[in-house]
């Protein structure tokens, strides 16, 4: 039986946050691991595609281009739905699938695009002088200079989990010692670290959770202008040129799902209504029953599934999928991902059936 080709249609970079420290890991870790079809994913930009593309070429990796938005639906906000953040009813992740490259998005909607990008930086501007503020106020002796942040961490999108690491960093730095970094967090948190002081991606998940998100000390609430609509956000993806994409999140850890994808068809005929024929699951989330009954499922129903990682935590994981309870894709689910990227690859380049995406992707391995 012929091998299906592995996918990841979910990736970030550098260019918004990623737990690699450049697109050539990333790429460089794909090919390693056997992984044929890529696809880069960032927040609010199309900067890396450039990159992503030249280093797919040089390892004969086939590349997806897409872009991730959060999006307000005030339909749903207004209902108090939650849709796929199961913490603020109406606020929408999406993602666009198949952009083209190179890049075409231009007048309004590109000016749309920097617009909410330059909001989101602001935010996180804010929350840098608010952390400032109480780095001052227990007398820590650290402070975190926002262009620097800027120019030496970022690729121009500035996030929260920016702010965790260039603080992590500072404290790295001025406190070389374990029992000294455990004092100083403890200054900071006003109670002792969780964390060992030497998984740097638990003590920056640690400090976003306990500083940066609501309650925390430098929490600062995102201005609504930071989130278009749901509709708006979709006029972006197509006038880029791509598919606008719905993100499940399904089953969590206790096996819930949001008010919105809890009944499936329900969600379904929601998604049609609004547009959309195309959604996507980051696998690590679900369980393989679960992934397997809402990919079939929305598959029949003639929606393009794709699957990815995600990768924008500092944690490093594989590139190959995998689910909650099992460390590879069943044999269903390769299919599965695999003939959603055939749609995908199809569409980005001008062409519309699966077998004309397979062709582009076996043309590209097999150079």
């Not at 550098?14 to 994913?41: C, H, K, R, T, W």
């Not at 075409?104 to 909607?109: F, R, Y």
């Amino acid at each position: 039986m012929e091998k299906i080709t592995d996918v990841n249609a979910h990736l970030h970079t550098p260019y918004s946050f990623s737990a690699f420290d450049d697109v050539a890991q990333a790429l460089d870790m794909a090919a390693a691991e056997g992984v044929g079809v890529v696809g880069i994913n960032d927040f609010y930009s199309l900067d890396g595609y450039k990159e992503w593309n030249d280093g797919c070429a040089e390892r004969d990796l086939c590349p997806m281009f897409n872009i991730e938005f959060i999006s307000l639906n005030s339909e749903d906000q207004a209902a108090g739905l939650r849709v796929n953040d199961p913490n603020n009813p109406g606020r929408t992740y999406l993602s666009g699938k198949g952009l083209a490259y190179p890049v075409i998005l231009s007048g309004k909607e590109a000016r749309l695009l920097e617009d909410v990008r330059k909001e989101s930086n602001l935010q996180v501007e804010k929350m840098c002088a608010k952390l400032n503020d109480h780095l001052d106020g227990v007398k820590s002796g650290i402070r975190i200079d926002f262009a620097q942040v800027t120019r030496e961490l970022t690729r121009g999108s500035v996030r929260e989990r920016h702010l965790a690491k260039a603080l992590r960093l500072a404290v790295d730095k001025a406190f070389p010692g374990e029992d000294a970094r455990r004092g100083i967090y403890e200054t900071i948190f006003g109670a002792p670290l969780k964390s060992d002081p030497e998984n740097k991606a638990a003590v920056e998940n640690e400090i976003r959770s306990r500083l940066l998100k609501a309650g925390g000390a430098a929490f600062v609430p995102e201005d609504p202008k930071a989130f278009l609509p749901m509709e708006v956000v979709c006029d972006i993806i197509k006038a880029a040129g791509g598919i606008p994409t719905y993100p499940f999140l399904a089953d969590n850890a206790k096996g819930e799902f949001t008010d919105f994808e809890g009944d499936l068809q329900k969600a379904a005929d929601t998604l049609r209504e609004r547009g959309f024929c195309s959604v996507e699951f980051i696998t690590t989330r679900n369980t393989t029953k679960v992934l397997e009954e809402y990919s079939d499922y929305l598959q029949d129903e003639g929606f393009i599934v794709t699957f990815g990682s995600e990768h924008n935590t500092p944690a490093m994981e594989p590139i190959r999928l995998r689910t909650r309870d099992a460390e590879e894709l069943s044999e269903k689910l390769l299919r599965t991902n695999y003939r959603g990227a055939c749609a995908v690859i199809a569409h980005q380049a001008g062409l519309e059936s699966v077998e004309e995406g397979d062709l582009i992707i076996r043309e590209t391995l097999n150079k």
